[in-house]
Structures are given as structure tokens and as C-alpha cells.
């Protein structure tokens, strides 16, 4: 059974920062594509980042602002967060692909609970 469990969100100011984490059990850590998406209230459910080895990508609304990673030995994966602003508001999904790399929620198989993160201005 595949289990993942996000944590971490919370409130910050506009400019500060978060770390999120995505603790996987069952074999979820075993799958190659590891993402992040996100879900404002009346919006879509949007890509953030992916990783796939040592491979990582961003939508260009968080490039250079997010860095996502993960620990193989603790089956744990990050999204740091830095120079926060208010539109980075919304519920944050982890996700685990057995495909490879996709920007669309479609294509991943199994998602955690969500964690709120909310920016204050």
C-alpha cells in the first residue's frame, strides 16, 4: 500500500519562507517521478515541481523562488519555499508518478492529504 503524507504548511509573510516535506511508505519511494502541485481555492490543480533522479523541474511561476529534493534514505521529499508571496496561496499535494516526468496531475497515481501554506501580505 502506497501512503504519502505531507507536512510543513502553515502561514508566512510575504517574503519568508517554508519547507514542506512528503514522508512515502509502502513502495511509494520506489517510484521514479516524485512531484508537488497545488490547488488555490476556485482554481485548477496546478504543477509545481517534479524530480526524477537528479533531474528537476519547476513551472516558471516558482522557478528560482522553489527547490524541490528528496532523501532516498529517509523515503522523505522537500519543497523549500523562499521569497514567498501571496499568490503562492493554496493546499499543496505530493504526488508519485510510475511514469516518468509530467507537468499534468493526471498522470500521477498516488497523492497525500494536501497541506494549507497561506501568504500573508
Known amino acids: 500500500q502506497v501512503q504519502l503524507v505531507e507536512s510543513g504548511g502553515g502561514l508566512a509573510q510575504a517574503g519568508g519562507s517554508l519547507r514542506l516535506s512528503c514522508a512515502a511508505s509502502?513502495?511509494?519511494?520506489?517510484?521514479?517521478?516524485m512531484g508537488w502541485f497545488r490547488q488555490a481555492p476556485g482554481k485548477e490543480r496546478e504543477f509545481v515541481a517534479a524530480?526524477?533522479?537528479?533531474?528537476?523541474y519547476y513551472a516558471d511561476s516558482v522557478k528560482g523562488r522553489f527547490t524541490i529534493s528528496r532523501d532516498n534514505a529517509k523515503d522523505t521529499e522537500y519543497l523549500q519555499m523562499n521569497s514567498l508571496i501571496p499568490e503562492d496561496t493554496a493546499v499543496y499535494y505530493c504526488?508519485?508518478?510510475?511514469?516518468?516526468?509530467?507537468?499534468?496531475?493526471?498522470?500521477?497515481?498516488?497523492w497525500g492529504q494536501g497541506t494549507q501554506v497561506t501568504v500573508s501580505s
Open positions: 524530480i526524477i533522479s537528479r533531474s528537476k
Open positions: 509502502g513502495r511509494a519511494f520506489s517510484l521514479p517521478t
Open positions: 504526488a508519485a508518478s510510475q511514469g516518468g516526468y509530467s507537468p499534468y496531475y493526471e498522470s500521477y497515481d498516488y
